[in-house]
């Protein structure tokens, strides 16, 4: 709802700000709503396209242990000094978007191939939501020219607030996933040997 809310406010401080510059310059206002609609459909696309790639990518061969994965304690503490512990909880949860659900029973949460699917969805959508960030400045291409600060940094605004915050909360929760995985992992091999022990004491 927040993040819905911030949306709206950046949308009408665009469009509120960009109508008189357009009537100064004899500019039909829809031009206002064609330019601005046009970069944030931009966004939208290029986060769609960046996410069926990575998913292409990782679906292969995903391992949550790897270093490119990897994010350091320095990296987490300047997360911290962000505030994210407070703003973290107005991100919306969009996992329903690709088939993952966080919210399961206790059994299904301490199975290790929840965790993997929980790292594999972090990852992705992760590097979406940087590399979305990244390429936004391109919209630019779509703005006519006076339009370059009434509607170019509140669409900056709003691709930093709808993919930077994702993307940092993501690498955030990481190191803390990949414990979790690497913990249940572990617990259900030794299960998998205590198992094999007494069916060969049994034997």
Known sequence: ?????????????????????ALAYHIP?????YDFSSCLVYIGVTCGILLLIFRNIFK???NPNCKL??????????????GIRFWKKIVPDLGFLVGFKKQLT??????????YKFLYENVNAGWMHFFTFLFSPTFYIFLHP????????PCMLISFVFNLLPAMLQRYLRPRLLKLYNISL???????QNSLQIEAVSA
């Open 186 to 192: 572990r617990k259900e091999e030794e299960k998998a």
């Open 146 to 153: 006076i339009f370059y600060l009434t509607i170019g940094i």
């Open 60 to 62: 292969r061969k995903f």
């Open 69 to 82: 994965f990897y994010v350091s304690n320095g990296e987490v503490k300047f997360y911290q000094k962000t």
């Open 29 to 33: 206002i829809s031009q206002v709503f």
């Open 1 to 21: 709802m927040t993040f819905i809310i911030i949306f709206l406010v950046l949308s009408a401080i665009a469009i509120g700000s960009s109508i008189p510059v």
């Open 106 to 115: 206790k059994v299904e949460v301490h199975n290790s191939q929840f965790y």
